[in-house]
């Protein structure tokens, strides 16, 4: 059964630091694309960070290009988002979800699979 589970979302402070980790079963992480999604409240999701099957690839939207990390552990079988200098824009709910295998981009509608989110919030 495939999964994807979320964590490492929380509290952020502007300028701060998090590490978001998408942890998946039920299939071989590294012959598979998985990307990072967002949708604040009243957005659309939007495509955040991408890296294709093998590694041979990464994307990353404009808005965190500079910013955001992507990586993955496989045999942790786990995807990770490191966030850096957050920003006022940056809160959501943030998704990870299995591409195509053998895949080198993430385009929404070829993602299969998906987490429930973790989300990540703003300090006033």
């Known amino acids: 059964q495939v999964q994807l589970v979320e964590s490492g979302g929380g509290l952020m402070q502007p300028g701060g630091s998090l590490r978001l980790s998408c942890t998946t079963s039920g299939f071989n992480l590294d012959y598979y694309a998985v990307g990072w999604f967002r949708q604040a409240p009243g957005k659309e999701r939007e495509g955040v960070s991408c890296?294709?099957?093998?590694?041979?690839?990464?994307y990353y939207a404009d808005s965190v290009k500079g910013r955001f990390t992507i990586s993955r552990d496989n045999a942790k079988n786990t995807v990770y988002l490191q966030m850096n200098r957050l920003e006022s824009e940056d809160p959501a709910v943030y998704y990870c979800?299995?591409?195509?295998?053998?895949?080198?981009?993430?385009?929404?509608?070829?993602?299969?699979?998906w987490g429930k989110g973790t989300l990540v919030t703003v300090s006033t």
């Open positions: 890296i294709s099957a093998g590694d041979l690839n990464t």
């Open positions: 979800a299995r591409g195509p295998k053998g895949g080198y981009f993430c385009d929404y509608d070829d993602m299969d699979y």
